[in-house]
C-alpha cells in the first residue's frame, strides 16, 4: 500500500464532515521537534536532532484517522533514497468494561521514493487494552517489516505506563519487544525501555526521556553509530 502526501489529505478531508463554529474541532494539530527521533528504541536520525508534524481527527462513535511525519536518515544510510517517513492511521477507541478501554487499528508507514527491496514501507494493526495508568499493547506486521527480507508476521509487544508525579508532572515508564522474523530474527529481534518526563504548560509540552536497547550492536549500527545505544533525548511539542 502506498499513499501519496496529496492522496492523504484528500482521504482525511473527505472524513471530516462540516461542524458548526461554536463546537470543539474535532480535528487537532502537532508540531514539534526532538534531539533524537527514537522509534521503537532504535534511532530512526543517526542520533541526530528531526522535526516532526501531525494531524488527528475525532469522528462520532470513538472512530479516529490522522496523519504524522518525521524528518529520518536511516533510509538514505543504507542506501535507500527517502529523507522522510510519512504515517497514516486509523481505528476506533473506547470503553468496553468500567475502567478498562479497547483501542484497535491499521498504521501505515510511508518512505516515499525508498527504492528500498525490500521495501521500508509495513503496514500493522494492532490492539491495545489501558486500564487505569497502564497501557498493553500490541502491533504485528502484515507486510515485510521495516526493509527487513521475509519479515511478514514480526510483532511488537509493548506495556506503558502515565503517572502524575507533582503538578501536572508526568513520568511514563516504558519497556517493549520488537521480534523480527525472518532471517535477520536472531539479530534483528530486540528490548528497548524508555523513561520520560514531562509537563503540559498549555499547548506547548516539553520533555526529557532516557532511552535504551538491547539490540545488536553490529546489526543496528551504521556509519560507526550505534543507533540503541542508551541515552538522553529531550524533546518539544506545540498542539493547537
Do not use: C
Not at 542520533?47 to 501531525?54: D, E, T
Not at 521495516?146 to 508532572?169: C, H, R, T
Not at 525501555?193 to 532516557?210: D, E, M, R
Not at 550505534?226 to 511539542?237: H, I, N, Q
Amino acid at each position: 500500500m502506498k499513499l501519496s502526501p496529496t492522496l492523504l489529505v484528500l482521504a482525511l478531508s473527505a472524513a471530516m464532515p462540516a461542524f458548526a463554529a461554536d463546537e470543539p474541532s474535532p480535528l487537532t494539530f502537532n508540531v514539534g521537534a526532538v534531539s533524537d527521533y527514537r522509534y521503537r528504541g532504535i534511532s530512526q536520525t543517526r542520533l541526530k536532532p528531526a522535526v516532526q508534524g501531525g494531524l488527528d481527527y475525532a469522528a462520532p462513535g470513538g472512530f479516529y484517522i490522522g496523519a504524522w511525519a518525521s524528518t529520518i536518515k536511516w533510509i538514505k544510510d543504507v542506501n535507500g533514497d527517502s529523507d522522510v517517513e510519512i504515517d497514516v492511521y486509523g481505528g476506533w477507541k473506547g470503553e468496553v468494561a468500567t475502567g478498562l478501554t479497547l483501542d484497535v487499528g491499521g498504521l501505515q508507514y510511508y518512505y516515499p521514493s525508498n527504492k528500498l527491496n525490500p521495501s521500508a514501507n509495513t503496514f500493522e494493526i494492532y490492539g491495545a487494552l489501558s486500564y487505569g495508568p497502564v497501557t498493553v499493547k500490541y502491533s504485528h506486521a502484515l507486510t515485510n517489516t521495516f526493509a527487513n527480507p521475509d519479515s511478514k508476521g514480526s510483532g511488537y509487544l509493548d506495556v506503558s505506563a502515565s503517572f502524575e508525579i507533582a503538578d501536572g508532572w508526568m513520568l511514563a515508564p516504558h519497556i517493549g519487544h520488537q521480534k523480527i522474523d525472518g532471517p535477520v530474527e536472531s539479530v534483528g529481534s530486540y528490548t528497548d525501555y524508555s523513561l520520560t518526563l514531562s509537563k503540559a504548560f498549555g499547548p506547548v509540552t516539553p520533555s526529557i526521556a532516557v532511552v535504551g536497547t538491547d539490540a545488536d550492536k553490529g546489526f543496528y549500527t551504521v556509519k560507526d553509530k550505534f543507533l540503541g545505544k542508551t541515552s538522553v533525548v529531550v524533546g518539544l511539542k506545540y498542539a493547537f
